[in-house]
C-alpha cells in the first residue's frame, strides 16, 4: 500500500479505477438514494453514502447509475433531484411532439423539506492520514477556476433584445462562452408554463404547418404574437423587452431548440455541438475555435425530442431504427443527429450555422477576411460568365460552399440554373431564374428515396444552362456530373481534395477511375484552404486542366497563395481558358485583359461602397451584363449614388 502511494499519482488513479470497476451495489440500495434524494433535494455525495451506509465508492457508482438514467443529476460533488423545470417541460416537449398533449404522469417530488447544505469536503474527515492532502488540492484547484479572464465580451442584438455575450478563460482545457440568458425566477417559471398551456390548446398545430417552412414561420409568428399578447395581460407594467424576452423563451421552448437558440444568434458562431446531456453544449467561434458553453440539455430524451422535431420539419425522421439523421433548419443551417448507442455517450446534435447573410466575392476580397485577391475574384467572374466548368475543392470546412455562393451572384439573369444538394445550403440572389433540388433518403420501408444521382439525371431533362451540384462524392454521380459538362452545360460543384493534383488524382483513379480524358471538360479547380493554427480561411491554388495531346489532364496553376508573404501570386498565364474564350466568344489577349481590368475595378468599386449583399452585388452584375460600358463609364465617373 506504502509502496504505491510513494510511486506517485498515476498508480493511485489506476488503482482506483480498477477498484471502481469491482464496486458491487445492491440493487435495492437505489430506492433508497432516491428516496432521501426527494426528501432533501440535494445532498453531497459523502451524506448521501453515510445515510445508506454504503462507502464512498458504492455510492459514487449508484449515483453514476441514477444519473444514467436521468433520474439524478450530479452537479460538482452534490447529488440533486432533476429539475422540476425539466422534467415539467419534457413531457410538454414530448406531448407536443406528438402534435396532440398526451398526458404523462409526472412523478413530481415533493418540496425539499430541508436543504441542507453539505459542508465543504467532509471527505477530509474519513479521509486517510496518508491522503489528507487530496482535498486541499482539490481546493486550490477550484480557487484557480474562479479566475476568469475576459478574453472577449459583446452583445448580439434580435427583435430588439440585447443578448450579451463574455468568452472568458477560466484555466479549463477551452475558454467559456457565456452567453447571458434571462434568469428566470419561480414566480415567473409558473407564469411561463401556465402561458404556454394555455397557448397549446389555443394554437393547434397541424402536421401541414409543420412541414412546409412558409407555413412554419407563420406559426412562429403566430406563437410570439399570442404569446406577447397574454404575458402583457398578465405583467402590465413589465417593459416591452421584458415581454420580448419572456416570450422568446416560449417560443424557443415549444417549437424551438431551448436554450440553443442563444447560441444560434451569435453570426460569429460557425458550429453548435451537443455531445450528450452530461456535457456542456460547445460552440466553434470564428476568432476563437471550439468554447465551452453556458448552455446544458439536462436529458437525453430532450436532445432526440429536438433532433425529432427538426427532422419532422424537413419530412424525415430519426428513430432508433433509423438513427442518423441529416436535415436542415428553417433557417438553412445543417443540422445532423445521432442517437445512442450508434454515439455511445449518449445523443448528439451537430449544427453548422449557416452564414445568415450568404457572403459575396466582395466579403471574400475584403482586407478583414482577404480569402482571395480582386484579381481572383474578377478571373473566376469572367470564368463563370462565359460558362466555364468550375470545381471548387479542399478539405472539410475549408469554406467550398460558401465560394461556390459567392460565384453565383455572377450568373446571367437570363439563364436557367437548377441546384442539387444533399441539404439546402445555396442561397442566390432573387432574381435570378432557380430550381433548387435536394435529396431525400428512404422511408423506414426503404422506399422514396431521391439520391443525387436521380436529380443530376433529372435535371438534365429540366433544361438547364448551369446545373450546380452541391458536392460530388461517388463515382455515379461524378460521372453523371462530367456527363453534364460534356454535353454543354456549365457546372459548378464543389470535391473533397486538398490540392489540384488530388482531385485529378482521386477522379481518375479507384474507386473513381473515370478516365482521365473526360476531366477536360473541366476548365478550373479552385482549392480551398484553412489554416489549422490562424483558423484563416485562403484560396490556396487556382488551376486550368490544359486540353495538350496527352490523354492525362495537366494543371496549369494561375495563381497560388503564399503562406510566407501572405499574398497570392501570379503563376503562369492561362492557356486553356484564352483558347476557349478565343474559340467561343472571339476574345483576344488584350480583349481579355480589358475585360479583367473593368471587372476588378467594379469589385473594388463595390467593396468601396460597401455593397456586399447578394442581391446587390447582383443587381449590378446584371447591369453590367446589359451595357458593359455604362457601367464602368458610371464607375469611373465616381459620382454614382446606390439607392
Ligand atoms: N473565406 C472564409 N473566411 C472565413 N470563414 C469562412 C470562409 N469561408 C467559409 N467560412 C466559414 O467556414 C464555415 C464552413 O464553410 P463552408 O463553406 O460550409 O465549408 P465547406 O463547404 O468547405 O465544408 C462556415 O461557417 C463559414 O462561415
Ligand atoms: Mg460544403
Known amino acids: 500500500m506504502d509502496g504505491t502511494s510513494a510511486s506517485g499519482g498515476k498508480k493511485d488513479l489506476m488503482g482506483l479505477i480498477s477498484r471502481m470497476n469491482k464496486v458491487f451495489v445492491p440493487e435495492g440500495r437505489k430506492k433508497d438514494l432516491l428516496e432521501i434524494l426527494n426528501s432533501t433535494g440535494r445532498m453531497s455525495l459523502t451524506e448521501a453514502a453515510e445515510k445508506i451506509g454504503l462507502d464512498n465508492l458504492q455510492a459514487n457508482k449508484l449515483a453514476e447509475q441514477l444519473r444514467a438514467e436521468g433520474r439524478i443529476l450530479i452537479e460538482k460533488h452534490y447529488l440533486k433531484e432533476p429539475d422540476l423545470e425539466s422534467v415539467d417541460y419534457n413531457t410538454k416537449k ?29 471527505a477530509s474527515a474519513e479521509a486517510k492520514p496518508g491522503e489528507a492532502k487530496v482535498p486541499e488540492a482539490k481546493e486550490k484547484r477550484k480557487e484557480e477556476k474562479t479566475i476568469e479572464i475576459d478574453v472577449e465580451s459583446y452583445t448580439v442584438k434580435v427583435d430588439d433584445i440585447h443578448y450579451s455575450i463574455r468568452i472568458v478563460d477560466t484555466g479549463d482545457f477551452v475558454p467559456h462562452y457565456l452567453v447571458a440568458m434571462p434568469r428566470i425566477d419561480f414566480v415567473t417559471r409558473a407564469l411561463l408554463d401556465e402561458t404556454k398551456r394555455a397557448l397549446i390548446g389555443e394554437i393547434q398545430i397541424e402536421s401541414r ?99 425529432s422535431r427538426v427532422a419532422r420539419e424537413v419530412g424525415r425522421e430519426i428513430t432508433h431504427l433509423k438513427p442518423m439523421l441529416d436535415a436542415h433548419l428553417i433557417s438553412g443551417d445543417r443540422v445532423n443527429s445521432t442517437l445512442y448507442p450508434i454515439s455511445t455517450q449518449g445523443n448528439t446534435i451537430t449544427i453548422r450555422r449557416f452564414s445568415r447573410t450568404p457572403w459575396t466575392a466582395i466579403h471574400l476580397i475584403d482586407p478583414k477576411l ?18 466555364m466548368n468550375v470545381l471548387i475543392a479542399g478539405g472539410t470546412a475549408s469554406g467550398k460552399t460558401t465560394i461556390l455562393n459567392a460565384l453565383m451572384p455572377f450568373m446571367p439573369a437570363n439563364q436557367r440554373i437548377i441546384s442539387m444538394e444533399d441539404t439546402r445550403e445555396l442561397n442566390l440572389p432573387e432574381y435570378l431564374h432557380w430550381v433548387p433540388l435536394t435529396i431525400r433518403p428512404t422511408n423506414p420501408e426503404g422506399e422514396g428515396g431521391v439520391s443525387m444521382l436521380d436529380l443530376l439525371q433529372n435535371s438534365l431533362r429540366m433544361r438547364p444552362d448551369r446545373v450546380i451540384v452541391g458536392e460530388v462524392r461517388a463515382r455515379a454521380e ?88 501572405d499574398t497570392i501570386d501570379k503563376m503562369y498565364p492561362s492557356i486553356r481558358v484564352k483558347d476557349d474564350l478565343a474559340m467561343f466568344t472571339g476574345m483576344t489577349e488584350s480583349d481579355i485583359e480589358s475585360d479583367l481590368h473593368g471587372k476588378r475595378m467594379i469589385l473594388e468599386w463595390m467593396l468601396e461602397n460597401k455593397i456586399y449583399g447578394v442581391n446587390d452585388v447582383g443587381r449590378i452584375v446584371t447591369e453590367y451584363y446589359l451595357d458593359k460600358q455604362v457601367v464602368l463609364d458610371l464607375i469611373k465617373s465616381k459620382d454614382v449614388k446606390i439607392k
Open 478 to 565: 461524378t460521372e453523371v456530373m462530367f456527363e453534364a459538362m460534356h454535353t454543354g452545360h456549365s457546372v459548378y460543384s464543389t470535391f473533397h481534395a486538398e490540392r489540384a493534383s488530388e482531385v485529378i488524382e482521386r477522379i481518375t483513379s479507384p474507386p473513381m477511375s473515370i478516365p482521365p480524358a473526360v476531366l477536360k471538360s473541366l476548365h478550373l479547380i479552385v482549392i480551398q484552404y484553412r489554416n489549422r493554427r490562424t483558423k484563416q480561411r485562403k484560396t490556396f491554388e487556382v488551376c486550368e486542366i490544359t486540353k495538350d495531346e496527352s490523354d492525362v489532364p495537366t494543371l496549369n496553376t494561375l495563381y497560388k497563395w503564399n503562406p510566407i508573404t
Open 370 to 387: 482577404q480569402t482571395f485577391s480582386p484579381e481572383i475574384a474578377a478571373f473566376l467572374w469572367m470564368a463563370v460568365e462565359y460558362e
Open 209 to 307: 404547418e409543420v412541414f412546409d417552412p412558409e407555413k412554419f414561420q407563420k406559426l412562429r409568428t403566430k406563437f410570439l404574437t399570442r404569446a406577447r399578447e397574454k404575458l402583457k395581460s398578465v405583467l402590465q407594467k413589465a417593459s416591452d423587452e421584458y415581454i420580448a424576452v419572456l416570450s422568446r423563451i416560449l417560443v424557443n421552448e415549444m417549437i424551438g431548440l431551448g436554450d440553443m437558440e442563444y447560441l444560434l444568434l451569435d453570426d460569429n458562431i460557425e458550429e453548435v455541438v451537443v455531445n450528450s446531456s452530461r456535457d456542456v453544449v460547445w460552440v466553434y467561434h470564428r476568432k476563437h475555435g471550439w468554447l465551452k458553453s453556458n448552455v446544458l440539455i439536462p436529458t437525453e430524451d430532450l436532445i432526440m425530442n429536438y433532433s
Open 94 to 122: 414530448a406531448g407536443l411532439s406528438e402534435l396532440s398533449v398526451k398526458k404523462v404522469p409526472v412523478h413530481t417530488p415533493e418540496v425539499p423539506k430541508a436543504r441542507v447544505t453539505p459542508p465543504e469536503m467532509t
